[in-house]
């Protein structure tokens, strides 16, 4: 039996709430939900709160480290896209930095966001 009934929203860590609702904005197509100085969310109409994304201020956040273990990249985001050379030129214009490490670079490519987060651009499997 389940304790909860599912999951509201992943709440990433960053110094800019402003800079990284933004970024994962139009990178989404996602609504705005919320925004402050301290916090805002995103999720896809029709949603609500659920099924989005949160951007929590963290006084002296340091941005992980990938592939390095410095400082882990604790978590990341993985997105589905139908085209993987074109949302690559598109995520680049909005702000994302292509990782120098690509594990499998035909089958999904590593960016870091504003915030120095690795995040991952896929194709859909067959």
Not at 2 to 16: E, F, N, R, V, Y
Not at 32 to 59: C, D, H, M
Not at 63 to 75: L, N, S
Not at 105 to 118: K, S, Y
């Amino acid at each position: 039996m389940a304790i909860t009934t599912g999951l509201a929203s992943p709440t990433i860590d960053c110094s800019d709430t402003a800079v990284l609702l933004a970024f994962y904005q139009k990178l989404t197509g996602w609504q705005t939900r919320y925004e402050s100085e301290e916090y805002g969310a995103i999720s896809p109409e029709g949603k609500g709160w659920n099924g989005g994304l949160g951007f929590q201020k963290v006084e002296g956040y340091v941005a992980p480290d990938w592939p390095g273990r410095d400082r882990p990249q604790q978590m990341h985001l993985d997105f589905y896209v139908e085209n993987l050379e074109k949302a690559q030129r598109q995520a680049l214009e909005i702000g994302a930095v292509l990782a120098e490490s690509q594990p499998e670079p035909d089958r999904w490519r590593v960016f870091l966001d504003p915030a120095g987060h690795p995040f991952c651009l896929c194709v859909e499997p067959e």
